[in-house]
């Protein structure tokens, strides 16, 4: 089933250089994915806060893998994920549960 989203990438760093390349090089990874289709793409400049460097992208990608789309959450731990279509998903409890479970996964980390 194919997935629109957007997702909304955030790195934070010690310095701008840093957060401006990290952040760089996420978005070239994403780029590199099999069966996704990045539509559009707009980093920022990194911005200074509380002795912190963050920089931010939105992006907004397609899929027709779900199990592709679900591994950009702990490979990629965007800020906020947007989904735009399909409105609606069915599930079985054992992929219900995968998704839960990869997420706890991340958090424990």
Known sequence: ??????????????NKGSAEEKLNN???ELKKENNIHIYKCNPQQ????NNRW???AEIELETTDFNKFR???TKYNPLSI????PLKFEFGSYEFAEIINGLLE???K
Do not use: G, H, Y
């Not at 990194?46 to 806060?49: I, V």
């Not at 947007?82 to 279509?85: G, N, S, Y």
């Open 1 to 14: 089933m194919p997935v629109f989203a957007r997702l909304i990438l955030k790195v934070t760093e010690e």
């Open 26 to 28: 996420q978005i070239n």
């Open 46 to 49: 990194a911005e200074e806060s």
């Open 54 to 56: 963050f920089a931010v």
């Open 71 to 73: 591994n950009l959450f």
């Open 82 to 85: 947007e989904i735009l279509d």
């Open 106 to 108: 991340k958090i424990r």
